[in-house]
């Protein structure tokens, strides 16, 4: 793709601007500034709210000074890029329908951007004619005042009024879009995909930055941590920056800052405060001087490749102009993502770059508050099977009398036993299994700290969890039993919402028996999984066995065939995660015998490569725990060897 500032990017240190709504207020604006008034020059929707508002004062909406005052909001742009920043964000930090209606006029999001963009793009122009260096443009979008992971607002609403915003900014000449101070990741989630959908409504690709917001409690409003915050925004390509701004200074991000600049595969993007904020005289007021921010970000550069440095709350030209004199343009040296920089001068928008995805070092999946490493130290990675409507009597009865308290808790145990995901499965004929999934998700999502691992074949039940889940969730799964067309959709879940995914070995012809089967299936859903971008290990191949407790004799080397799949399949594609139901194998048999036969089959699933398994965790008892006799008649079992009587 073709993008001046994604070369300027990959070039040397960019400048951001700093605060803006400080330097509005010194701009001693009268009160008639915050009316909106009918003017020609206006667009029809903002007159008509105009004519309605008659008059009233929208105290403190500095998104209307975009109409009544341009030549104002245009000047601080300039005093910027006068001061040295290469990029401003434009004036729409609340241009959504749910700030905007606090004052009457959530009608006016589209124009409110359009209108901002228009000025700050302006600004731009002119001042790379006067300064005699290219200037850029940040569509900026806020988060909002209410929070989605707590039920305060819902994914249809926000996703409908960030893309609206989004179009607005592009359709006025924005260069990328930046969604800053983001308190949930949900939020962030949200912003994303608008911003992808205004793209395409647009007609225009632009790459997107985002930056949360950590509080001094180490983590962001809703209680994320950084590694989730970064797991889940890795998962999209469009994303050419991850960073942080506001809520405190420097010094309280640095531990943050430190982490992206070891761990992320993208540029780092940092807006502190100027310092944390002192009350005067019922006046909040920042203290940290130009030196002070100028001297932070150029550790941030030096030491934890910090490629665009700017300011946020209490931030001024004067901040600006020191920081600029001391690091912009500075080569880029430290931090992990120099690695894959050269994604920057090839930069694509459907693909992470094969080098970005081996640099990827947060390989897993992540819930609301917390990443979870696929590669477990000394264990493999452990899916809790009970919250499944097909897969336990106490969940399904639950689930009938509605009791979302008494579901969770069934979660909260398989926490405590150990599970590191929890594999959700609302499926329960005669109920609503997609409208069910998001009520248990909801309580899920302010609950419980584990990942999800969303077990539905239905497409409409999947997408409306991804809709609901914070983080990088788990898929599960796809298939080929009715063709191609559903696991297209669902892996362009994937790519829409950030997800990785479980694919069974079955195809047209039913569940693959033979290793040859098992492996031929898995490599054709890697084709695919490649095609939507997916890094493979954020594909799960479930191999699949049937029972041996039928006793039939065609599901004999059910068992084996399994294991040695898993075997193969690793051997051939290094990368990919291996994943089973467990207790498939041990259907039908008496509990005390199940306990063993899923503790011995797991075993040698894991020697020969499984890195994943849905179990019941406190079920699953170590060799060393088990009366060595009958380990080796289950293992016998296993591998199908069968002792005949002597017929004498
Ligand atoms: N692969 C993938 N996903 C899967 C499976 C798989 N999801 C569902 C299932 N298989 C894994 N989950 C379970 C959950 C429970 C049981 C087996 C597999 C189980 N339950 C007891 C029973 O049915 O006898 C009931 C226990 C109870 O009622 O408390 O065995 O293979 N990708």
């Known amino acids: 793709m073709n993008s001046p500032f994604l070369d300027r990017l990959a ?14 207020q010194a701009a001693n604006l009268p009160d008639s500034d915050f009316v909106l008034q009918d003017r020609e020059e206006y667009p029809e929707s903002v007159r008509l709210a105009a004519r309605r508002l008659d008059g009233k004062l929208l105290d403190g909406c500095n998104e209307i000074l975009n109409f009544t005052r341009p030549d104002v909001v245009e000047q601080v742009h300039l005093d910027y890029f006068n001061a040295g920043s290469d990029i401003v964000e434009t004036n729409s930090f609340g241009s959504t329908s749910i700030v905007l209606a606090e004052y009457e006029i959530e009608e006016l999001v589209y124009e409110t951007s359009f209108a901002a963009a228009t000025i700050a793009r302006r600004a731009a122009d002119k001042a790379t004619q006067s300064t005699g260096e290219q200037k850029f443009v940040a569509g900026g979008v806020g988060p909002g005042t209410k929070l989605i992971s707590l039920g305060q607002t819902d994914w249809e609403t926000l996703l409908a009024t960030y893309t609206d915003s989004i179009r607005g900014l592009i359709d006025g000449g924005v260069d990328v879009v930046l969604l800053e101070t983001l308190q949930d990741l949900l939020m962030v989630k949200a912003g994303i995909v608008a911003s992808k959908d205004a793209m395409v409504a647009c007609g225009r690709q632009v790459p997107i930055i985002v930056q949360v917001t950590m509080e001094q409690t180490g983590t962001m409003l809703v209680g994320s941590d950084i590694a989730a915050a970064l797991n889940m925004i890795e998962c999209f390509p469009e994303v050419v920056a991850i960073g942080m701004n506001c809520a405190t200074g420097p010094d309280e991000m ?10 992320s595969t993208r540029p780092i993007s940092i807006q502190p405060n100027a310092g944390l904020p002192m009350m005067e005289k019922g006046q909040a007021v920042y203290k940290l001087t130009p030196e002070q921010l100028a001297d932070a970000h150029e550790k941030f550069v030096t030491e934890h490749g910090v490629a665009l440095a700017g300011g946020c709350c209490g931030t001024t030209p004067a901040h600006i102009a020191e920081v600029a004199k ?29 080098t970005q995805q081996k640099a990827r070092k947060l390989d897993g999946c992540s819930s609301l508050y917390e990443f979870v490493p696929y590669q477990q130290d000394n264990s ?12 336990s009597k106490a969940f399904r009865e639950m689930l009938a009398a509605e009791n979302w308290e008494g579901l969770t ?8 036993e150990g599970s590191h995901l929890i594999d959700v499965c609302t499926a329960y004929v005669g109920r609503n299994e997609e409208k069910d999934m998001v009520t248990l998700l909801k309580s899920y999502n302010q609950h419980i700290q584990a990942p999800i691992m969303i077990d539905s074949t239905e497409a409409n039940v999947i997408e409306a969890a991804l809709q609901n889940l914070a983080g990088k969730p788990v898929i599960n799964s796809i298939n080929f039993e009715d063709g191609e067309e559903r696991t297209r959709k669902v892996l362009g879940f994937c790519q829409r919402y950030g997800a990785a995914v479980v694919a069974l070995t079955i195809d047209e012809s039913g569940m693959a028996k033979t290793i040859e089967q098992k492996v031929a299936v898995a490599e054709r859903i890697l084709k695919f999984t490649r095609e939507y971008g997916l890094p493979d290990s954020d594909v799960f191949i479930d191999a699949l066995t049937f029972t041996l407790g039928s006793g039939d004799e065609e599901f004999r080397e059910s068992a084996i065939n399994t294991i040695e799949a898993i075997r193969e399949i690793k051997k051939r594609n290094p990368l990919v995660n291996t994943i089973l139901g467990v207790s498939n194998v041990s259907f039908g048999l008496k509990p005390a015998l199940r306990v063993i036969l899923n503790s011995v089959f797991l075993q040698y699933a894991q020697e020969a490569g499984l890195t994943s398994a849905i179990v019941h965790f406190s079920k699953i008892v170590p060799e060393t725990r088990v009366d060595a006799e009958v380990w080796q008649i289950a293992s016998d079992l296993v591998f199908d060897k069968r002792k005949y009587a002597e017929v004498s």
């Open 254 to 263: 640095a531990p943050f800052v430190r982490f992206l600049g070891e761990n």
């Open 326 to 354: 001391r690091v912009k343009g500075r080569a880029h040296t430290s931090g992990h993502w120099v690695a894959s920089r050269d994604v920057y001068k090839n930069f694509d928008f459907q693909y992470q770059s094969e």
């Open 11 to 24: 070039q040397g240190v960019m400048i951001f601007d700093g605060a803006t709504g400080t330097q509005y």
């Open 409 to 416: 808790e069934l979660a909260r145990e398989l926490e405590g």
């Open 380 to 391: 493999f990675l452990i899916v809790g099977e009970r919250t499944n409507a097909n897969g």
